[in-house]
């Protein structure tokens, strides 16, 4: 009876275990992710449900970083002289449409809209906001974990910019934001668990550093005693 008991025991905190270490999921997201990207056509574009599209961009991401870092030419000059071949093209062709009297191939009107521009400003202060709070948090000495969350993620920036161009890095972070997604999405619950136990590690070394550290560290500067 006691060895029956037992291995109950030991089955019960086997499946505890398991289902704390699955329960985690990235980013503490309670829907798809493809819900979590918007769910609209760049949220298909980036899991590879449009795959002629996400391998046009790695095609074109690929090509353009070939350009700009094999050519020695500067971006300005680049973007120049591709939006002179394409004015030129497309002047040249109106004119011999013109000339052999056939219909010229209209283009689509170019507008923003009041609605987009609305938008755009809405989400662009939201985003500021947030992160002049950030800053504000961070200079009070209110959150230390997101102290060395930004002073680690600034650090790594520092030592990428000195090991790799500007156009590298973007062409990187391309790649990577058209690929890590599908591949994420793919194996979800494989990532969701080992990023459980990362980050149970992490909050149980970080709430030591907190209790032995942290707390000892005075929050405000002591003021000046009045003479």
């Not at 025991?9 to 918007?38: E, I, K, N, P, V």
């Not at 004015?87 to 219909?103: E, G």
């Not at 989400?123 to 906001?129: D, E, P, T, W």
Request: charged share 20%; proline share 3%; hydrophobic share 45%.
């Amino acid at each position: 009876m006691d060895d029956s008991h037992d291995a109950c025991d030991q089955a019960d905190r086997d499946t505890s275990t398991c289902s704390t270490s699955t329960s985690y999921r990235l980013f503490d997201r309670q829907s798809t992710l493809h819900q979590l990207m918007g769910g609209g056509k760049a949220a298909d574009v980036l899991l590879w449900k449009r795959r002629r599209v996400s391998l046009g961009i790695i095609i074109v991401a690929t090509v353009a970083w070939l350009v700009f870092e094999r050519s020695g030419l500067s971006f300005l000059t680049i973007c120049s002289n591709v939006l002179l071949f394409l004015i030129v093209l497309r002047f040249l062709h109106a004119n011999y449409a013109s000339m052999r009297d056939k219909p010229v191939q209209g283009l689509p009107e170019l507008v923003l809209s009041e609605e987009m521009v609305n938008y755009a400003a809405a989400s662009f202060r939201i985003k500021v906001n947030y992160m002049l709070l950030m800053a504000h948090d961070i200079t009070l000495g209110k959150d230390f974990r997101l102290f060395f969350t930004v002073v680690g993620f600034l650090w790594l920036l520092s030592v990428l910019g000195s090991l790799i161009s500007f156009f590298t890095l973007a062409y990187i972070g391309t790649i990577l934001s058209v690929t890590l997604p599908a591949l994420y999405n793919k194996y979800e619950a494989q990532v969701d668990r080992c990023a459980g136990t990362i980050h149970r590690s992490f909050s149980r070394h970080y709430k030591i550093v907190d209790e032995n550290v942290m707390n000892r560290l005075p929050r405000n500067l002591p003021k000046d005693k009045p003479m």
